[in-house]
């Protein structure tokens, strides 16, 4: 269950790093409960799409609320735990 080691990129900041989304990244998971804007603005802005959870509050739905900004709830926005591990 869940996504083998294998297939998880962490990486630290580095200068350059935007381009690490073009040449490394599919998608983008969102962080859990604290949703993280900036590196959610960074992924769409380079044209990767972030999968996000409906979070219960403000700290949970930042990065949320640019994904419905852009018109793409239905298809990144999980509304349950299961949802988001669909998506």
Do not use: F, N
């Amino acid at each position: 269950k869940g996504v083998s080691k294998e297939r998880l990129l962490l990486q630290p900041v580095a200068a350059g790093h935007l381009k690490t989304y073009t040449e490394e990244i599919d998608i983008a998971l969102d962080s859990l409960p604290y949703s993280s804007p900036t590196t959610a603005c960074e992924a769409m802005l380079m044209g990767v799409p972030v999968i996000c959870l409906r979070g219960s509050v403000h700290a949970g739905r930042r990065a949320m609320a640019m994904v419905d900004a852009v018109g793409l709830s239905e298809e990144l926005i999980g509304e349950s735990e299961e949802e988001y591990v669909e998506k």
